[in-house]
Each structure stands twice: as C-alpha cells, then as structure tokens.
C-alpha cells in the first residue's frame, strides 16, 4: 500500500487535458483519481487508454467511470477502452456511470459489436445521480454547459436531456471542484466557497468570469481543456504560483 492510501489521501491525475478539438500530442478529457483501494476515471475521451497503457492500468486495475456529459471529448475513449480490458481478459466487474442516455449507449456498443456478453467481465451501465457517490467523498451537481442545445433538441424532439455535470470531490483535509466543462464560472461560483482546489476549464468561461471567481476565492487553480499557448495566452494576467495550466500527468494530492 503507497503512503497516499494508508494516509486516506485522493490522487487526481491529469490523462487528458486537450479541449473539444484535437491537438497533436495530446489526450481528451479524462481524469484519474485514486483513493484508499479504489481507482476510478471521471471522463474516457480519446486517448484514455494509451494513458492508462502507460500506467500499467488496462486490466483489473480500474473499479469505475464516470462520464460528466456525451461531448465526443469526455467519452469518446470508452469504446476502446471496453474492448482493450476485454481482449486483455479483465475479471473484475466494471460500473460505467452516464449523466443521460444508458440504453442508447447499451445498443450503441452492440451496433460496433462489442457485445457485452462475451466480455471476459461484468459491465453494469447505470444513470448516476448527485447522490451516487457520498460513499467515497464525490459529489456531482449540475452545469449549464448543454443549455446552448436545448432549442435544437426541443425543435426536433429528441431525447437529449442536456445533463452535464460539475464534481465536488473531498480529500482528506481539502475539497477539489472539476469544473469539466461549463457555461460560465457561475456555475461553480456557490461550491468553489468551500473548496481549496479548483479544475477549471479554461476554454468556455470568458477570462473576466474566471478572474471574477478567482478574485474572491483564494484557491489552488488547474487550468485545462485547452491549447497550453492559447490558454497561457488567454490566463497571461492570472498565472502565478497559485493559478497555473495543467500539463499531462500533473498529479494533485489532497
Ligand atoms: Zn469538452
Ligand atoms: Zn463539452
């Protein structure tokens, strides 16, 4: 057992920090933590599983994911993902946890033939609620990230729920906030008074929103889902010892 887990600490690693287009070098959004015995994924964009490969992670080692929203950039490594645990004969059940859209996600993979019948393991595929993790400190609540959908869904009548979820993520002695992705930083604003680190999402807040939320706050920063220049660019006036961008791998303990 490594020292964080007999400490009950959580480690949040960095797999992916590309936004919703992809960049040379990089993976998509997907997040690793690891608390006690459990070590799970918040977001499998693509690219997830040569991160994983990299950590030795591609057989019994992961006990779940949690998708925040459909975006192709939050999920579209899963796929991949199932079949690679499967060809390397995983044994162990694995929980997929999606904000919307479980039996369409279900029937999708039988349409590319990843027949959940012959994995060499369980999947159990379940909507998760803001409730569905207490047990292990992670709390979701929801963004307004998919809001900007709602008139084409409503227009064309389809299922979409636009759920799209922020997490509330408490370590030992302090409380991280992953944005993921999000309309503004009022979405957050209520949960980051109560926290001391914060995973912002650098693209789709304006930079006077997040300099508002960070001028009250006085939070460790991460900022990602985006290009490093553009974001370095973009967060000039912010940067400091406190507020950086995150790279691939970066690890925060807490
Ligand atoms: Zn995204
Ligand atoms: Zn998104």
């Known amino acids: 057992?490594?020292?964080?887990?007999?400490?009950?600490?959580?480690?949040?690693t960095f797999l992916g920090t590309a936004p919703g287009k992809s960049l040379l070098g990089k993976s998509h959004a997907s997040y690793l933590l690891e608390r006690d015995d459990?070590?799970?994924?918040?977001?499998?964009?693509?690219?997830?599983?040569?991160?994983?490969?990299?950590?030795?992670?591609?057989?019994?080692?992961?006990?779940?994911?949690?998708?925040?929203?459909?975006?192709?950039?939050?999920?579209?490594?899963?796929?991949?993902?199932l079949q690679t645990l499967y060809i390397n004969k995983r044994k162990k059940d694995l929980f997929v946890f999606l904000p919307e859209a479980v039996e369409e996600f279900?029937?999708?993979?039988?349409?590319?033939?990843?027949?959940?019948?012959?994995?060499?393991?369980?999947?159990?595929?379940?909507?998760?609620?803001?409730?569905?993790?207490?047990?292990?400190?992670?709390?979701?609540?929801?963004?307004?990230?998919?809001i900007g959908y709602k008139s084409i869904v409503e227009k064309h009548n389809m299922p979409n729920r636009l759920l799209s979820y922020s997490f509330k993520i408490e370590g030992k002695r302090k409380s991280l906030i992953l944005s993921s992705d999000i309309s503004s930083s009022d979405d957050i604003a209520e949960q980051v008074k109560s926290c001391e680190i914060i995973v912002l999402d650098g693209i789709h807040p304006s930079f006077k929103s997040v300099q508002e939320l960070l001028n009250k706050s006085k939070t460790e920063v991460y900022i990602t889902h985006g290009d490093y220049a553009n974001l370095q660019h973009k967060y000039a006036d912010l940067l400091n010892e406190k507020t950086k961008l995150a790279r691939e791998n970066d690890e925060i303990i807490f």
């Open 1 to 12: 057992m490594s020292t964080i887990q007999q400490e009950g600490k959580m480690r949040f």
């Open 38 to 81: 459990k070590k799970f994924l918040i977001d499998c964009g693509e690219g997830t599983t040569q991160r994983l490969l990299e950590k030795n992670m591609i057989v019994d080692e992961l006990d779940f994911i949690i998708i925040s929203h459909l975006h192709p950039d939050h999920v579209s490594g899963i796929f991949m993902l």
């Open 106 to 146: 279900k029937s999708f993979m039988e349409r590319l033939y990843i027949f959940s019948d012959r994995f060499s393991y369980h999947i159990h595929i379940q909507k998760y609620t803001e409730q569905s993790f207490k047990e292990i400190g992670v709390y979701p609540f929801r963004n307004k990230h998919l």
